[in-house]
């Protein structure tokens, strides 16, 4: 199984988010990850969802961007994190409030805080506890909210220090296509190119 090169501080001025970046593509390039390329489509759970987008990450000076591939439900997630050929980068997974981030060189990382375990596998922090209501327009139930509307749509919600505006509505649904959500320099613009409902 092919490694990241060690880095030399005086050789390499790569910022923390494009190094790790760099490293976790090298390695998916490889297909070292062959086990996590595609996400299962079974039937979506009654209280979840499925969705696939792109993700844009800019922190600062460093930038990255991925396919995303998350399937939902209230007791378990799974989310893939994924090169455009659709080579896997990461996979993130949520059993009751236990998250596992297991990354293309095979590296796995478990915690109850799912944007300390992102921050410290990916170099970015991914507010997982609240995307679930935040990628279906509304802030998440019994946490403290402020909220901003365009008619009877979210246009920003301020909720757990992220700010997450909402610049595009999928017509003939009314869900949420294309969101913003920033938290200081960190700034993650998230595009939903396609949804999987539980069936009626």
């Given amino acids: 199984m092919p490694s990241c090169p060690s880095v030399d501080p005086g050789a390499d001025t790569a910022t ?38 792109r993700v844009a990450v800019r922190n600062g000076d460093e930038a990255a961007s991925a396919r995303v591939d998350w399937r939902h ?9 994924s090169t ?8 993130i997974t949520r059993r009751e409030n236990v998250y596992t981030l297991v990354t293309a060189q095979g590296e796995r990382f478990s915690a109850n805080d799912p944007e300390r375990l992102t921050e410290q596998a990916l170099g970015w922090a991914l507010p997982l506890a609240g995307l679930p ?21 979210l246009a920003e919600l301020r909720q757990l220090g992220w700010t997450i505006e909402y610049t595009g509505y999928d017509e003939a649904s ?9 938290r200081g320099s960190l700034d993650i613009r998230l595009a939903i190119d396609e949804w999987q409902l539980p069936p009626p």
Avoid: H
């Fill in 16 to 53: 923390p988010l494009a190094q790790v970046t760099r490293c976790l593509l090298l390695a998916a390039a490889t297909c070292i990850a062959a086990a996590c390329t595609t996400l299962p489509r079974t039937t979506v759970a009654p209280d979840g969802f499925a969705l696939a987008g």
């Fill in 73 to 81: 439900a209230a007791a378990a997630d799974e989310l893939l994190v």
């Fill in 84 to 91: 455009s050929l659709g080579a896997g980068i990461a996979e």
């Fill in 133 to 153: 209501d935040w990628v279906q327009g509304r802030p998440q139930p019994g946490v403290p909210a402020e909220t901003r509307y365009d008619g009877d749509r």
């Fill in 174 to 182: 009314g869900r949420p296509k294309r969101m913003r959500i920033t």
